[in-house]
């Protein structure tokens, strides 16, 4: 079973952020943060991940709360592009481990 | 590197009959997941390999289907004989294990058996 909890949709307007949050309350000290993101049709798409220090890349942001309970997405800009369901993943990386997707929110970017 | 090559992109089949479903990892990889997505179900993983070995294949949903990777460049996923309810979206992704590294997938194969 996944172990995160994300709202089941968002709407963005075009040229905003996008701030997209996760629960994962029983993380462990070991496990990572990680996004992917699926447009319509697509295989599913690497955005982050982070263990508990805030990271950021061309695509996104990564804010991860102190006590690792929580942790929020940021698109600095969204673009029509951007609408697709977001992935957050808990995962250690360990011999065996997979990647558990759950259902995911799907964020509709509004122009 | 052209990322990971999944054919074909789609198969259409009648019931009872077997179909292969081909994967082609990033070279370098060493761990190869097969998920399976559907409406009712979402992303579902299938199999996940580990330098050729099958680690964990808890998610293969019956006998019919079987999967191989006989090398490090090829693996397939097979379901003898189809059924309509096997009908989804079949991902191949793979990765790098040995460190915190994400899995890149492939554009999927559309699976409808009637």
Known sequence: DAKTTQPPSMDC??????????NHSTISGNEYVYWYRQIHSQGPQYIIHGLKNNETNEMASLII???RKSSTLILPHATLRDTAVYYCIVRVDNYGQNFVFGPGTRLSVLP | DAGVIQSPRHEVTEMGQEVTLRCKPISGHNSLFWYRQTMMRGLELLIYFNNNVPIDDSG???DRFSAKMPNASFSTLKIQP???RD???YFCA???HGGNTEAFFGQGT???VV
């Open chain 2, 60 to 62: 293969m949903p019956e």
């Open chain 2, 82 to 84: 189809s059924e309509p």
């Open chain 2, 110 to 112: 559309r699976l409808t």
């Open chain 2, 87 to 89: 009908s989804a979206v």
């Open chain 1, 65 to 67: 709360t102190e006590d």
């Open chain 1, 13 to 22: 307007a075009e040229g905003r952020a996008a701030n997209l949050p996760c």
């Open chain 2, 94 to 96: 793979s990765s790098f």
